[in-house]
């Protein structure tokens, strides 16, 4: 594992998550930062379409609600039983909501006991500042206070990763899994 962190621009953590092969989709990164959210909460959903979750991870902040629709046409069951939030919202049909207050941080692997190809993350933070990594690797976390922070970067399949970075350059962050 390499650990590469430089000074980012103040205000703002941009980088990106590789591995040796190229970019890493669907990283979780976060600063340990107290305070409140960055803005209104938006409605958190993980939805159930065509077999599959979407997204396949999903970071949230401690104390947030995801809705979990079931827009498919079949009954589903989520659950998740190791780590993080543990919980099992039973079978529902097409058409049905059911929501999970994610009110501890750590790592919830989501499951369906009908299904089971399907899979999903979600990572809940002690932080406002989070973000996840799109197709390119890419990421951007927005409204960090100038200073220095312990970041933590977790990936499906890696091991978690912790630096520093600080906040007030303009070089971006680059997390690296080997």
């Not at 989070?130 to 927005?142: H, L, P």
């Amino acid at each position: 594992m390499t650990l590469a962190a430089a000074p980012c621009f103040g205000g703002e953590v941009s980088g990106t998550a590789q591995v040796q092969s190229g970019p890493v989709q669907n990283a979780v990164v976060w600063l340990e930062a107290s305070g409140p959210s960055v803005g209104p909460q938006p409605k958190v959903v993980l939805d159930q379409r065509n077999l599959a979750f979407a997204p396949f991870v999903l970071a949230v902040r401690t104390g947030t609600t995801v809705e979990f629709p079931n827009n498919d046409r079949v009954f589903h069951n989520v659950f998740s039983f190791r780590d993080g939030k543990k919980f099992d919202l039973g079978m529902y049909p097409t058409g049905s909501v059911k929501r999970i207050v994610f009110d501890q941080p750590g790592l919830a692997r989501l499951f369906c006991n009908i299904h089971p190809n399907m899979a999903a993350y979600i990572m809940a933070v002690d932080s406002p500042f989070f973000a996840v990594s799109n197709e390119k690797g890419a990421f951007t976390i927005s409204g960090v206070p100038p200073g220095t922070y312990t970041y933590h970067a977790w990936r499906p399949g890696g091991q978690p990763l912790t630096g520093s970075v600080s906040v007030d350059g303009t070089t971006p962050l680059t997390i690296r899994w080997q």
